[in-house]
């Protein structure tokens, strides 16, 4: 499977996930791979200004609104087992734009990442946030049969 062909699925389970947590709010998820995050925020009539000038590309974006608040949702894909480079990738992007919520997800496995949040427990790892709230990257094996993340698998639980 490429990673391309994981795209939709997710953006399907994201658009049930946030449908499910965020009732009454307007809802906008997209497969946002091809373009600059800055260009994608824009195209919804959001202006983010750390996001203008820098390559972020998301694989799949979540947009919750009601009114003039919004809030993002990340997923990176890989059909790969995962690395540090994957996690420091997504780390870095939280970091500038700081989304509500942001998944990691492979259809392979846990790769590295398996022995450094499960073996040495370093989930502070996945910490991200405005300093006033600290929020985890949450990280999953991908189920190509159920098109759902394994919750069993799931880092931190949720």
Same mark, same amino acid.
């Given at each position: 499977?490429? @990673?391309?062909?994981?795209? @939709?699925?997710?953006?399907?389970?994201?658009?049930?996930?946030? @449908? &499910?947590?965020?009732?009454?709010?307007?809802?906008?998820?997209? &497969? $946002?791979?091809?373009?600059?995050?800055?260009?994608?925020?824009?195209?919804?009539?959001? &202006?983010? &200004?750390? $996001?203008?000038?820098?390559?972020?590309?998301?694989?799949?974006?979540?947009?919750?609104?009601?009114?003039?608040?919004?809030?993002?949702?990340?997923?990176?894909?890989?059909?790969?087992?995962?690395?540090?480079?994957?996690?420091?990738?997504?780390? $870095?992007?939280?970091?500038?734009?700081?989304?509500?919520?942001?998944?990691?997800?492979?259809? $392979?496995?846990?790769?590295?990442?398996?022995?450094?949040?499960?073996?040495?427990?370093?989930?502070?790892?996945?910490?991200?946030?405005?300093?006033?709230?600290?929020?985890?990257?949450?990280?999953?094996?991908?189920?190509?049969?159920?098109?759902?993340?394994?919750?069993?698998?799931?880092?931190?639980?949720?």
């Amino acid at each position: 499977m490429k @990673e391309f062909e994981l795209y @939709e699925p997710m953006r399907c389970w994201l658009q049930k996930y946030l @449908e &499910d947590k965020y009732n009454g709010w307007d809802i906008i998820t997209l &497969d $946002a791979h091809s373009g600059r995050l800055d260009r994608v925020l824009r195209a919804q009539g959001i &202006d983010c &200004d750390i $996001a203008t000038g820098i390559d972020i590309l998301i694989d799949i974006l979540g947009i919750v609104r009601k009114e003039q608040t919004f809030k993002l949702f990340f997923i990176e894909a890989k059909q790969t087992s995962l690395t540090l480079r994957d996690l420091g990738q997504l780390w $870095a992007y939280c970091k500038l734009i700081d989304p509500e919520e942001a998944f990691l997800m492979t259809s $392979a496995d846990l790769g590295s990442l398996n022995k450094i949040l499960n073996v040495f427990k370093r989930e502070d790892l996945l910490d991200f946030g405005d300093g006033k709230r600290i929020k985890k990257m949450q990280i999953a094996i991908w189920n190509i049969k159920t098109n759902a993340p394994e919750m069993d698998t799931m880092i931190p639980k949720l």
